[in-house]
Structures are given as structure tokens and as C-alpha cells.
């Protein structure tokens, strides 16, 4: 009797998650929007993770279903999404109406996981609030007075690689970005000398690639988060690893703790986030930002390290990579470094650096190539009828805009998949649409740290440029591969060059 009870009980379960699998696939079908057959348990997700990066999987996607409709339907997991097809429909998303669209849908559980509370997850009114604060930490003021420390990081990062030039050892250059990119965001964060390039088995270098690792079990975790995240929050589920949660919330609290007792003052990122915790004003200025918690510092410093770290490494990698597949570019490139210092005593002042206006064509378009958030997500605060048509993006519905399948468009960037700085000459610019290009996002949701990020990359290339010229080796990775595990769009394998002395 009681086989049979569970066996029926066993069926009926069955069933049911059956026949709600299938109603939850057929959303898109129901309102005549074109979509792609998705697979249980994954939806279209089938690959990423394990055998693709989710970027390669949403260019198939797009180049599909572009030119039918202004949006897409796909499925994540069992969640339908819209992907943007349109670049009009874009930037009325990320511009014009973005008052529909001004969350990202991200996981926020500040009463488990305090650095899940950072610019870049929270929504609303807590967005907007902490957003008007932080603004003003990343002025252009700001950035020059940060300036000097990066010159400094990479006047070491020269004479690091010296000894890898005069031996022309190949290089795994993606680490060594990384231990150069830790070092910077140490001293500008939380003035701290890491010195991760003379010790790669650092605390902050390990820390900080535990932030975008997204192997084994914490992919299933952070899918489980994705898809049912009130439960996620009753079951006081955490989204940051907690090696990295005791690592920042100790290491701050220690250092904001002697700052305040010795009055120790410094042109950095804390500093600025100390003057807010405290008085809610920056230094100078008179306006009222309003004051933050210890925990909303953390978060926002945790935010500063893990996404300035992991994503100019991972460009200025890219970068190099171009740069050593296209001897032509790099010496045009070397050769307005060069003279470009030399008009400043040789100095990388930071009106050198903005000169450099080759060099950030070179950015941009690497940026192009390789986004490295290759994909963003707004979610529908409101139903939004698409227009021109009779589709509707409902509430709660994600818009999933494929940066990287917009920037390989071969409609919109003729031969893509070539290396070309031209492309960002003003005349090429003035050609495209707007949001043709979108590595930082567009809008009041843009990436707050832009100016700091580009600034980073600028000084690390000109800064290697200048002194090394930089090669292909046979362990290059040509064509790239992108690891499937990252976070971000990275190489899987390393990036593998060598370099030598100019």
C-alpha cells in the first residue's frame, strides 16, 4: 500500500514539474515572438560552462533570430529573457526609457552576504541613492590625483619584466597582468603596497581570482541563486565565497581602524569611502552625499578591487595579444608613445597619457573584440510595449543585450574578427549607431569606474610599449580560446608571449 501511495505521489510530482517546464517554455511561442528551442534543465544555456563561454553560444543566438523581430526569446534555465536585436530598442532601454529598466535583476542579500550590497547588483531607490555618492569618488579630479600611484605600480611592472626580456623567456602574460593590476588596485583602494609582483602567491592575488572563478560547484550554486533567489534568501545563501567575505571585512576594518587613529590620510579610493562612512561630504566639496555603513564601504571597495583586477588584466591580455599579432600596430603605437613623452620631459604625466589618442584606439577596439562583460541584463520594472509593434516586455522579464554579438556584427563592423584601430578614428565613430559600442554599458547604469579602468590599461601598455617590444610564441593561443569557467571573457590556457628590449 504505501509503494503504491509514493509511487502514484512519485508520478504526480513528475507530472506536474512536466507540464510547468512546458508551460514555462512556451512563453515566448504564446506572444508570436521568434525564440529558440531551449533543453531542459538549461534552456538555451546548453555548452556554457563546460564546453563554451556563454559569449559564443548568444553570437549563434543573435545572428539567428536578428532581422525578425526587435527582440529574441530565449530561455535562462527555465526563465524566459528578451534578447535585444535592435540597437534603437537598445538604447531605449539603457537611455531613453530607463526609467522601465533601471535593475539589473542581481542576487542582494545584505543580511548574510554584506558585499552582495555593492553598486553594481542593488536596485531602485538603494541603486540610485549609493550611485549619487560614489559619482563623485570617480571624477576626472579624482582620477588625476590617483594618477601618480599607477605611474609608480607600473615604473615597477618595467623593471619587473626586465629579466624575462634580456632572457626571452615565454611569458604567461595573463598572470602577470594580474599580480600588475593587484598591485595597482591595492595602492588605490585600500593604500596598500601588495607587492604581488615580487610574491604571485599573494593573499589579494588569490582572493581576487576566487571573485570571477565560476568552476565546479559554485556555478550550480550561483545558477540555483539566479533562478529562485527568495528562496536563495530564506535559505541564507551567500554569493560571495567566504574567503573573500573574512578577507575584505577584516583586512578593512584593520586598516580603516588605523587610518582613523593615527590620522593617516591618502589620495585613494578608501580614503574618499572613509570621508563618506564619516561625514557623508568629500573633502572639498560642500555638497551632501549622505553617509554610508561600514558594510556598504565594504562592499563598494570589494566591487572597486574585484572588477578593476580582473577586467584591465584580462583587456590589457587581449591587448598584448593584438599587439604581438600585429607588429604594424605596435610600432605605430610605440612610436606616439615615444613622442608623446618626450613632449613631457618623458614623464607618463596624466595629460601624456590622455594624448595618446592611438593608444586609445587600440583600447577601444580590443574593447570591441573582447568586451569583457560580453553580456549585460536590465529587467522590466514595468511592462514596456516595444515600439513601432504589439510585443510586450512584461515585469519581471530580464532584456539580455549581447554586447559581445553587437560588437561582431559584421553589418555593423565590417570583417570583425580583424584587428583594426581605424575603426575608432572620429569619421568611423560618427558612422555608427551610438550603442554600437558598449563595453561599459551606456546610460545612468554606465560603469561608474570607467575613467579609473581606462586609465589603468592606458599606463600598463604605454608603460611595456615604450621599453619591450612584445612577440608570438608557439604556445600563443591562435586562434583564442575563451574559458567557458570565467566570469568575464577571458583565454583559457593563458596568453602566452615573450618579449624584448626596444
Known amino acids: 500500500m504505501l509503494c503504491t501511495i509514493f509511487l502514484l505521489a512519485t508520478i504526480t510530482l513528475l507530472l506536474v514539474g512536466y507540464f510547468y517546464v512546458k508551460k514555462k517554455y512556451s512563453y ?3 506572444r508570436g515572438v521568434p525564440y529558440l528551442k531551449p533543453t531542459f ?4 544555456l546548453w555548452g556554457a560552462g563546460y564546453s563554451k563561454h556563454t559569449s559564443e553560444l548568444i553570437v549563434e543566438y543573435y545572428r539567428k533570430m536578428k532581422g525578425q523581430c526587435p527582440i529574441g526569446g530565449i530561455y535562462f534555465l527555465t526563465q524566459p529573457m528578451a534578447t535585444i536585436l535592435d540597437l534603437d530598442l537598445l538604447k531605449n532601454i539603457l537611455v531613453k526609457d530607463f526609467q522601465y529598466f533601471h535593475d539589473r535583476g542581481m542576487y542582494v542579500n545584505e543580511r548574510d552576504d554584506p558585499l552582495s550590497g555593492h553598486l553594481f547588483a542593488l536596485s531602485g531607490q538603494k541603486w540610485k541613492l549609493m550611485r549619487a555618492k560614489l559619482t563623485p569618488t570617480f571624477t576626472s579630479g579624482k582620477m588625476k590625483m590617483m594618477h601618480s600611484t599607477i605611474v609608480a605600480v607600473a615604473e615597477e611592472f618595467q623593471n619587473f619584466l626586465e629579466p624575462y626580456a634580456n632572457s626571452e623567456e615565454v611569458i604567461e602574460f595573463k598572470n602577470i597582468l594580474a599580480r600588475f593590476t593587484t598591485d ?3 595602492s588605490c583602494a585600500f593604500g596598500i603596497e601588495c607587492n604581488t609582483l615580487k610574491n604571485p602567491k599573494s593573499d589579494f592575488l588569490r582572493v581576487g581570482s576566487k571573485i570571477s572563478d565560476l568552476s565546479g560547484f559554485r556555478f550550480i550554486k550561483i545558477m540555483f541563486i539566479m533562478v529562485f533567489p527568495n528562496l536563495a534568501k530564506n535559505l541564507r545563501m551567500c554569493i560571495t565565497p567566504k574567503e573573500v567575505d573574512t578577507f575584505f571585512i577584516n583586512l578593512l576594518r584593520e586598516t580603516i581602524q588605523n587610518r582613523e587613529e593615527n ?4 589620495n585613494d579610493f578608501l580614503s574618499l569611502l572613509i570621508q563618506l562612512k564619516n561625514t557623508g561630504k568629500l573633502e572639498g566639496d560642500s555638497v551632501d552625499l549622505g553617509t554610508i555603513t561600514f558594510e556598504e564601504l565594504a562592499a563598494q571597495t570589494q566591487l572597486f578591487f574585484g572588477a578593476g583586477f580582473d577586467t584591465s588584466s584580462h583587456t590589457m591580455a587581449f591587448s598584448f595579444y593584438e599587439l604581438a599579432l600585429n607588429q604594424d600596430i605596435q610600432e605605430q603605437l610605440r612610436n606616439e608613445v615615444q613622442t608623446v613623452l618626450e613632449k613631457h ?3 607618463f604625466t596624466y595629460e ?3 594624448e595618446m589618442k592611438y593608444l586609445d584606439m587600440i583600447i577601444r577596439e580590443t574593447l570591441r573584440k573582447y568586451p569583457v562583460l560580453d553580456n549585460l541584463v536590465r529587467e522590466a520594472t514595468n511592462a514596456y510595449t516595444i515600439p513601432g509593434t504589439n510585443h510586450v516586455i512584461e515585469k519581471g522579464i530580464g532584456a539580455f543585450i549581447p554586447v559581445f554579438a553587437i560588437h561582431r556584427d559584421p553589418e555593423i563592423y565590417p570583417n570583425p574578427e580583424r584587428f583594426d584601430p581605424n575603426r575608432f578614428i ?6 555608427r549607431h551610438p550603442m554600437a559600442w558598449i563595453p561599459f554599458g551606456e546610460g545612468p547604469r554606465m560603469c561608474v569606474g570607467m575613467r579609473f579602468g581606462m586609465m589603468q590599461v592606458r599606463l600598463g601598455l604605454a608603460s611595456v ?6 612577440q608570438v610564441t608557439q604556445k600563443t593561443p591562435i586562434p583564442i580560446v575563451f574559458d567557458p569557467n570565467s566570469a568575464f571573457l577571458a583565454s583559457k590556457g593563458g596568453m602566452w608571449l615573450k618579449i624584448e628590449k626596444i
Request: charge should be negative; proline fraction near 3%; hydrophobic fraction near 35%.
Open 352 to 354: 601624456a597619457c590622455m
Open 345 to 347: 620631459g618623458g614623464e
Open 184 to 186: 595597482v588596485i591595492g
Open 28 to 30: 515566448w511561442e504564446e
Open 465 to 470: 610599449v615604450n621599453k619591450y617590444r612584445i
Open 426 to 431: 572620429e569619421d568611423e565613430i560618427a558612422k
Open 263 to 266: 590620522n593617516v590620510k591618502r
Open 41 to 44: 534543465p538549461l534552456g538555451n
